[in-house]
Each structure stands twice: as C-alpha cells, then as structure tokens.
C-alpha cells in the first residue's frame, strides 16, 4: 500500500522560505518519479516540480531558480526548499508519483504567504 505524508507547510512572509518534505511508504522513491503539485483556491492543480528515477528535475516556470525538489535515499522522502516565497505561491502543496492505473497523492500541505 502507498502512502505518501507531505509536512513543512505553514504561514511565511513574502522573502521567506520554507521546506516541504514528503515522507513516502509502500515505494521506493528513487525507483520512482516523484513529483510536487500545488492547488490555489479556484485553480487547476498544477505541476510545480518533479525528479525522475535518474535524478534529472524539472520546474514550472514560475518556480524556477527559487524552488528545488531532491531526494533523500535514506529517508525515503522528496523534499521541496522553497525560498524568495511570493503571495502567489500560496496553495496547498501536495506528493505525487504515477500509479499503475492512477497517480497515488498525499492528502497535502496548505502553504500560505503573505504580503
């Protein structure tokens, strides 16, 4: 059974920063791609950053050069430092990693920053 468990959300000034981690069971996450997805109030669900099996990320373009998503093997767990956080990075953050039928997904963290 999979399940992933996202922690580090909170409130933060517009500068800060925070860090997202997301602890994953029933998997291994290096044998997997693993994702981070956000969701504004009102908004689509988009993709925010992702690491593939042989450690090659990818970024919205909106997060580039301020977000970094890694892995820690040891761990099991995915992490997103997030710094020079903006009001619209406000959402709530969610794990993510492909399924054999569907994407399996954490329950989220709410992120929010304020101005």
């Known amino acids: 059974q999979v399940r992933l468990v996202e922690s580090g959300g909170g409130l933060v000034q517009a500068g800060g920063s925070l860090r997202l981690s997301c602890a994953a069971s029933?998997?291994?996450?290096?044998?997997?791609?693993m994702a981070w997805y956000r969701q504004a109030p009102g908004e689509q669900r988009e993709l925010v950053a992702s690491?593939?099996?042989?450690?090659?990320?990818n970024y919205a373009d909106s997060v580039k050069g301020r977000f970094t998503i890694s892995r820690d093997n040891a761990k099991n767990t995915v992490n997103l430092q997030m710094n020079n956080l903006k009001p619209e990075d406000t959402a709530v953050y969610y794990c993510?990693?492909?399924?054999?039928?569907?994407?399996?997904w954490g329950q989220g963290t709410q992120v929010t920053v304020s101005s």
């Open positions: 993510s990693t492909p399924g054999p039928f569907f994407p399996y």
């Open positions: 029933g998997i291994t996450i290096s044998l997997n791609t």
């Open positions: 690491i593939r099996i042989g450690g090659s990320t």
